[in-house]
């Protein structure tokens, strides 16, 4: 039995309990314009009012070419550096980039080729865990639940770490590099852990090899047999590079900056981040969009039809199909309007990736892309928006992990992986820059009402 479940509010019923908070907890949604009160942190637009100032990286719903705005382009830039330009740089040259560019976001400026070979090598020297820790801990309590699984990791490395509580910039900055290599290895060998004790398969712990990248390490460990293919790497490289960071003001990452303004240590910081994006409206969101893809494949006859794909669209909409809540899952963004970049460039890799695997993956492909092509317009022509919609990354990134032989327990996992690197700079921008707790302020609303003794309560 739960611990709750041996109290008195058994007798009562939780149900009746859960009424009486919904009534006593509900604020009329008018006292809300009526206080001039943000909703969520963001003004009427839909936009995020200002909370802090930060080096490490923006998005903008457009993109600026010599003073003009350009329509239709959303920019993401790293150090003031645009994506498109990081990516395309990398990429003409034969690199990986997760390595480089998180150098970019810790350092500020790109690594020359001596400096990368060393942070490379420090990576791969830090990408291990203490003596019998994944015994101890990893497989200890395995779970379906990999992100709960992998706070407790985080928080139980804390216990390792005789200078845990030590907030000196350089302790954190030696701290979030540990983090960033063992990311990899403590999400795999829980999936792992998983797999075997919880569903009966077999159970493969590889060691990390230092000589690979860390997108090629994540593939070796996940695999019986090691293997991959170039493209596959490569794919997987990119979606951790644009996953690695999105602005200060992502749910994540401003969990990651309010928590270090209380003082508190790195790994309560980093498990407090991972509890922000494992939410469904966050990290989650990319399993939303391959169950909802799974759900059309089996409503749709004809998946090569625009006609029945586009009806299945307008039944989603209606919250006449899928899980009736009315979203397009993979659509729409918080800042951009007509074009997510991360998106763009992303699908470029995963069309690459579905022609490799074959005519069903590439078949596949041309279904997400014709879903992606239709559900904007339908989304303008049934819903008043304030500004363009387009497909996000969480789109494309479940239907990749999915070539990639990543099951859906590591879909969310795969993300932090990336956003740890995100989470450790603004981590350290909070600690030089702030001594000041963040403390935004609430109005109370509530009727006075008079002390009764308990003798008189109904």
């Known amino acids: 039995m739960l611990f709750m479940e041996k109290t008195n509010f058994k007798s009562i019923g939780y149900q009746k309990l859960a009424q009486q908070c919904q009534d006593i907890y509900k604020i009329n949604m008018h006292n809300y314009s009526k206080y001039n009160v943000n909703i969520?942190?963001?003004?009427?637009?839909?936009?995020?009012?200002?909370?802090g100032l930060t080096t490490i990286s923006t998005i903008y719903p457009e993109k600026k070419l010599n003073g003009k705005i350009v329509s239709g382009m959303g920019e993401l830039r790293y150090r003031g550096i645009d994506i498109n330009e990081l990516v395309s740089g990398f990429v003409s040259e034969g690199r990986f980039g997760f390595e480089e560019v998180t150098y970019l976001l810790l350092f500020g400026k790109l690594p020359n080729q001596g400096k990368l070979a060393d942070f490379r090598q420090l990576l791969a020297e830090n990408r291990t865990l203490p003596t019998n820790f994944v015994r101890d801990v990893v497989m200890k309590a395995p779970s379906c639940d990999l992100m709960n699984n992998l706070a407790r990791s985080i928080l139980t490395l804390a216990c390792y770490d005789k200078n845990a509580d030590d907030t000196s910039i350089e302790n954190v900055l030696k701290q979030s590099i540990r983090l960033i290599s063992v990311f990899p290895l403590l999400t795999v060998y829980?999936?792992?852990?998983?797999n075997h004790y919880t569903l009966g398969d077999s159970m493969y712990i590889h060691r990390p090899d230092e000589n690979l990248s860390t997108a090629e390490t994540i593939l070796t460990m996940l695999r019986p047999n090691k293997k991959y293919t170039k493209q596959e790497a490569q794919t997987l490289d990119m979606s951790l590079v644009l996953h690695m960071e999105h602005g200060g003001g992502n749910n994540s990452t401003f969990t990651t900056r309010v928590v270090t303004s209380s003082g508190t240590d790195t790994y309560s910081t980093i498990a407090a981040a991972l509890g922000s994006l494992k939410g469904p409206k966050h990290g989650g969101a990319n399993i939303k969009v391959t169950n909802m893809m799974e759900d059309l494949k089996q409503s749709v006859q004809d998946l090569t039809n625009e006609q029945e794909v586009k009806k299945y669209l307008e039944a989603v909409l209606a919250k006449k199909a899928f899980d009736q809540k009315g979203l397009i899952y993979g659509f729409g963004h918080a800042v951009y309007g007509d074009n997510d970049p991360r998106a763009s460039i992303f699908k470029r890799y995963v069309e690459k990736l579905a022609e490799e695997k074959g005519p069903e993956e590439k078949a596949e492909f041309d279904l997400y892309a014709l879903v992606e092509r239709l559900a904007p317009r339908i989304i303008g022509e049934k819903r008043k928006i304030y500004k363009?919609?387009?497909?996000?990354?969480?789109?494309?990134?479940?239907?990749?992990?999915?070539?990639?032989?990543?099951?859906?327990?590591?879909y969310t996992p795969m993300f932090a992986v990336a956003r740890i690197v995100g989470w450790s700079a603004h981590r350290l921008e909070e600690l030089i820059n702030s001594n000041k707790i963040m403390r935004p302020a609430y109005m109370e609303i509530t009727e006075d009402q008079d002390y009764t003794t308990l003798q008189k309560r109904n």
């Open 190 to 194: 829980a999936y792992h852990a998983y």
């Open 388 to 410: 363009g919609v387009s497909a996000n990354i969480d789109f494309f990134s479940g239907f990749v992990y999915n070539m990639l032989g990543l099951p859906k327990e590591l």
């Open 40 to 51: 969520g942190l963001r003004d009427v637009d839909g936009k995020g009012v200002l909370a």
